[in-house]
């Protein structure tokens, strides 16, 4: 079946730093993949997707480049805020409408000042 | 007006209780979705609706059951529950016409079963 491999984490990086959170993907067609993130205690917030190969999603600073060549999806940020910790979701779907989307395990992201 | 709303915020009931979960979005979406998220967990879909007809059962206990009064509304009814049952459950929504299936979310009810 479908599935998403994402970073373990937690990762924890300074203020300013570069960020990348690694997004690989199994899937048979052609899926769409998007990145969800979760603040504390809150709901998720899709942060960027796209649609097919080639397709760059950009979204507040943050970046991912669908590569069908490598399976992968990878978030990136140049320059990291206190703001951004938070938990990231790398997700594809497959469908029209109502396809499930799934998810992979989630990475904690923790920015110190 | 581009939200989810879920109501309530926080619940906390007893095993023999029966409560609600409401959620209502009036973006035009077809398609409705109950997530359950335990802890440090991705979410789980529970159920999906599509024009108001439920499309997909992700094998939930019955002690669970949805309800989709029109195409603003998602209910989530609860009886019975465990302790285990104990989770953030989501609400999602979706335009059933698009190809790729974007989803929006709600903020949550976080449940506490006693």
């Known amino acids: 079946g479908d599935s998403v491999t994402q970073m373990e984490g937690p990762v924890t990086l300074s203020e300013e730093a570069f960020l990348t959170i690694n997004c690989t993907y199994t899937a048979t067609g052609y899926p769409s993949l998007f990145w969800y993130v979760q603040y504390p205690g809150e709901g998720l917030q899709l942060l960027l997707k796209?649609?097919?190969?080639?397709d760059k999603g950009s979204n507040k600073g943050f970046e991912a480049t669908y590569r069908k060549e490598t399976t992968s999806f990878h978030l990136e940020k140049g320059s990291v805020q206190v703001s951004d910790s938070a938990v990231y979701f790398c997700a594809l779907s497959k469908g029209f409408g109502n396809e499930k989307l799934t998810f992979g395990t989630g990475t904690r992201l923790t920015i110190i000042p | 007006d581009t939200e989810v709303t879920q109501t309530p915020k926080h619940l906390v009931m007893g095993m023999t209780n029966k409560k609600s979960l409401k959620c209502e979005q009036h973006?035009?979406?077809?398609?409705m979705y109950w997530y359950k998220q335990k802890a440090k967990k991705p979410p789980e879909l529970m159920f999906v609706y599509s024009y108001e007809k439920l499309s997909i059962n992700e094998s939930v206990p019955s002690r669970f059951s949805p309800e989709c009064p029109n195409s603003s509304l998602l209910n989530l009814h609860l009886h019975a529950l465990q302790p285990e049952d104990s989770a953030l459950y989501l609400c999602a929504s979706s335009q059933e016409d698009f190809s790729y299936n974007e989803q929006f979310f709600g903020p949550g009810t976080r449940l506490t079963v006693l």
């Open positions: 796209a649609t097919k190969a080639d």
């Open positions: 973006m035009g979406h077809r398609a």
